[in-house]
């Protein structure tokens, strides 16, 4: 095997070793497909191969965990019917407060639903009627 040196403006810390047999050392960029690069720092190393392989352990232990998890699909779950519910609170008291304020709005301009809230809800006549209350 022979090592080579980078190019300029490549880090020092790379190396090219050539495996036997292969003609590709003009052509360096080239030469990382069918050579090894060996990287002498142990922070890329950590970098390239052991921390993406962590991490995917992580992730199939951590992922079935938070999932199964009371706080997991179930609370999801729970939170969606939830939400479902207070949309259709929210419709049904927007209807509301619609009905309401039409009564209002009638209430202080229509004479006759004035006269009819004084009738029913305060007791009131006019002078000229006759009152008959009949026990029951």
């Known amino acids: 095997m022979r090592v080579l040196q980078p190019r300029p403006g490549v880090p020092a810390s790379v190396r090219i070793i050539a495996k036997p047999g292969c003609n590709h050392v003009r052509n360096w960029p080239a030469v990382?497909?069918?050579?090894?690069?060996?990287?002498?720092s142990t922070t890329s190393l950590i970098l390239?191969?052991?921390?993406?392989?962590?991490?995917?352990?992580?992730?199939?232990?951590?992922?079935?965990?938070?999932?199964?998890?009371?706080?997991?699909?179930?609370?999801?779950n729970q939170l969606r019917d939830e939400r479902v519910r207070a949309d259709r609170e929210v419709v049904r008291l927007d209807r509301e407060i619609?009905?309401?304020?039409?009564?209002?709005?009638?209430?202080?301009?229509?004479?006759?639903?004035?006269?009819?809230?004084?009738?029913?809800?305060?007791?009131?006549?006019?002078?000229?009627?006759?009152?008959?209350?009949?026990?029951e």
């Open 32 to 40: 990382a497909d069918l050579c090894d690069i060996r990287r002498m």
């Open 48 to 76: 390239e191969r052991v921390l993406p392989i962590s991490m995917l352990v992580l992730a199939c232990i951590a992922v079935p965990v938070m999932v199964f998890s009371p706080s997991g699909l179930h609370r999801l």
């Open 98 to 135: 619609r009905r309401l304020r039409a009564e209002v709005r009638r209430t202080k301009t229509d004479l006759a639903v004035v006269e009819q809230v004084a009738r029913d809800e305060l007791g009131l006549v006019r002078q000229t009627e006759v009152v008959f209350q009949f026990d």
